[in-house]
């Protein structure tokens, strides 16, 4: 008897490691049900590449209309980001405000700021109405040239991009003022310069009387 218990014993023992394999097999199967994590935006040099056009408003449970509340077209205003400020034009009076953009998504613009003009109709309104939705506004999502910003009560700004003469031209602009005199030829130019207070570096090129200054503002030149 005692031989066959030994017998058996590495019979019984190898059955059991066979078994304990093939659970552990089991349990360690990839599991391909779990859902992706979006990834957020975290780009937001897309945010001051472009000026913003806003098209349409849209309150929440409503389809988008491109005329805000008080009647007038939503497209008149743009919106241009740089560093932490974002202001506005088109509307009565230019407003702006100090402006926070976060991961994940997060978009939030401080106390707005605007001059102190009167018009004439309902353009004040707008004006009052745009700076309360953007002092409302929490999220942003960037598609391409198309911006959305969103409040917590579901209300949505909807703005398309345009390239900043900064993006479209590869760098700031600069100034240059460019004296023209005509002839018999055609005629000529050539680049008046000036010192940091304005006054005229003078030069000894010939015929300065006769040409006259054409100022030229924002262009690049490389």
């Known amino acids: 008897m005692?031989?066959?218990?030994?017998?058996?014993?590495?019979?019984?023992?190898?059955?059991?490691?066979?078994?304990?394999?093939?659970?552990?097999?089991?349990?360690?199967?990839?599991?391909?049900?779990?859902?992706?994590?979006?990834?957020?935006?975290?780009?937001?040099?897309?945010?001051?590449?472009?000026?913003?056009?806003?098209?349409?408003?849209?309150?929440?449970?409503?389809?988008?209309?491109?005329?805000?509340?008080?009647?007038?077209?939503?497209?008149?205003?743009?919106?241009?980001?740089?560093?932490?400020?974002?202001?506005?034009?088109?509307g009565c009076n230019a407003m702006s405000g100090l402006l926070t953009v976060g991961v994940p998504n997060t978009f939030s613009i401080g106390p707005m700021m605007a001059t102190k003009r009167a018009c004439a109709g309902t353009l004040m309104q707008s004006d009052a109405e745009v700076s309360r939705l953007l002092s409302r506004v929490t999220q942003y999502s960037l598609n391409g040239q198309t911006l959305t910003l969103s409040t917590a009560s579901g209300d949505k700004l909807n703005f398309k991009g345009m390239e900043t003469a900064e993006t479209k031209h590869g760098g700031e602009g600069v100034r240059k003022f460019i004296e023209l005199n005509s002839t018999?030829?055609?005629?000529?130019?050539?680049?008046?310069?000036?010192?940091?207070?304005?006054?005229?570096?003078?030069?000894?090129?010939?015929?300065s009387q006769t040409f006259r200054v054409l100022k030229v503002s924002h262009q690049r030149w490389v």
């Open 2 to 90: 005692m031989t066959t218990h030994k017998r058996l014993l590495p019979l019984l023992l190898s059955g059991m490691f066979v078994t304990a394999c093939a659970g552990t097999n089991m349990d360690t199967k990839p599991n391909n049900s779990a859902t992706p994590i979006a990834k957020p935006i975290t780009n937001t040099a897309s945010l001051t590449a472009m000026t913003w056009q806003l098209v349409s408003h849209q309150t929440s449970g409503q389809a988008a209309s491109n005329l805000l509340q008080t009647g007038d077209a939503a497209n008149r205003y743009q919106a241009s980001i740089k560093a932490n400020r974002i202001s506005i034009t088109g």
């Open 184 to 207: 018999a030829k055609g005629i000529e130019w050539r680049e008046a310069k000036y010192d940091s207070n304005w006054i005229r570096i003078k030069d000894n090129a010939r015929g």
